[in-house]
């Protein structure tokens, strides 16, 4: 049990370590925050969560020997998820000189879209499935049991939602969302270059690997 606990612990420090550092979900999370109601951007951190634990019990069962079986697939979902973040870029930019119409409630249909667009962010994450592929496997024991393993995925699952969720509930408080006010234009075209290029890296590297003779 004692083994058990350290290797949580040892996990639970690397993953921490690779879920603060902004990238598209931290991007995402903070603009959903500021421009939309608190429960569609707790709605979005719960899919970004969801698709982290999805990751995390691929590693549990071997995502590297799945994705070298599969380089396909592997490659598939870094292509959809790069157009995905591609699309919400240049949404972004186009969208960045457009007034801002702030619903104080969320309906139905806005939450889904909400945790949606989570699932769809965090599937087109290549640092978060590299990290999962890579380092997160590595720290896995060689076989672990059920528990430990349930133990795991659940507690990235929190970690994430913990600290998105976090991100979102600061953001989300009326002086930030104020200050989003005053400089939308500026920070929708940010917004929208970042994930934009992110998108467009991801497409063009998986492309690449398409055409015939390299």
Not at 45 to 55: C, D, E, K, Q, R
Not at 64 to 74: D, N, R
Request: glycine share 14%; aromatic share 10%.
């Amino acid at each position: 049990m004692q083994e058990g606990l350290s290797e949580i612990l040892t996990i639970a420090a690397l993953y921490l370590s690779g879920v603060i550092l902004p990238g598209p979900n931290f991007v995402a999370t903070a603009h959903r925050a500021v421009t939309r109601p608190r429960q569609e951007a707790l709605a979005l951190v719960g899919g970004i969560a969801l698709v982290n634990m999805i990751w995390a019990l691929a590693a549990v069962g071997g995502i590297v020997a799945l994705f070298t079986a599969a380089p396909w697939l592997f490659m598939t979902i870094k292509l959809a998820g790069g157009a995905y973040l591609l699309w919400l870029g240049i949404s972004l930019w186009r969208g960045a000189r457009a007034p801002l119409s702030y619903q104080a409630q969320s309906s139905r249909a806005g939450l889904k879209g909400a945790f949606r667009s989570g699932v769809l962010i965090n599937l087109g994450n290549a640092k978060a499935m590299l990290f999962f592929a890579g380092i997160f496997a590595a720290a896995m024991p060689a076989d672990p049991s059920v528990l430990l393993a349930g133990i795991i995925v659940l507690m990235v699952g929190s970690i994430a939602f913990l600290w998105y969720g976090g991100v979102a509930l600061l953001l989300s408080f009326g002086g930030a969302a104020a200050g989003y006010r005053r400089a939308k234009p500026w920070i929708d075209r940010g917004c929208g270059l970042l994930l934009g290029g992110l998108g467009l890296r991801l497409v063009a590297q998986e492309a690449k690997d398409w055409v015939p003779g390299r």
